[in-house]
């Protein structure tokens, strides 16, 4: 008996680490995906939020669509990121992916309902 609530825990903790890209609880959605996903996904819910949170030079060299740039570097960063509809899915992205998961923590802990993050950044949409 022992032996199969082992292996029953085992197998549920392997089969919960086996899905990085997806971070889901009854409150919110945290899904991380590919530049095609992610163009896609954008496309298909009406009201989606683009957002980019890189810093604004970086954001003249170029940016997806007509996303709105909220600086994660910025001393006001939660607060502008409140701006935002918080029950509408929103869409970040960063350079390479560090700020955008970093941002998606704090839109979390502040009660987004959808959080969409570009694997890679915007360096990966452009290559």
């Known amino acids: 008996m ?15 680490s086996c899905q990085q890209n997806s971070h889901s609880t009854s409150s919110s959605q945290h899904q991380v995906l590919a530049s095609k996903e992610f163009n896609n996904k954008l496309k298909s819910l009406s009201g989606a939020q683009l957002v980019d949170v890189r810093t ?4 003249a060299s170029g940016k997806i669509g ?11 960063f939660s607060q502008k990121i409140m701006s935002l509809d918080p029950k509408k899915p929103v869409f970040i992205y960063c350079k390479g992916g560090v700020r955008s998961a970093k941002a998606a ?3 979390k802990s502040k009660g987004f309902k959808e959080i969409y993050e570009l694997s890679g950044g915007y360096d990966s949409y452009t290559r």
Do not use: P, V
């Open 56 to 59: 604004s030079e970086e954001c």
């Open 2 to 16: 022992k032996n199969l609530f082992f292996l029953l825990f085992i197998t549920s903790f392997l089969a919960g």
């Open 66 to 76: 007509n996303a709105r740039n909220i600086d994660f570097y910025a001393s006001d």
């Open 105 to 107: 923590q704090i839109m």
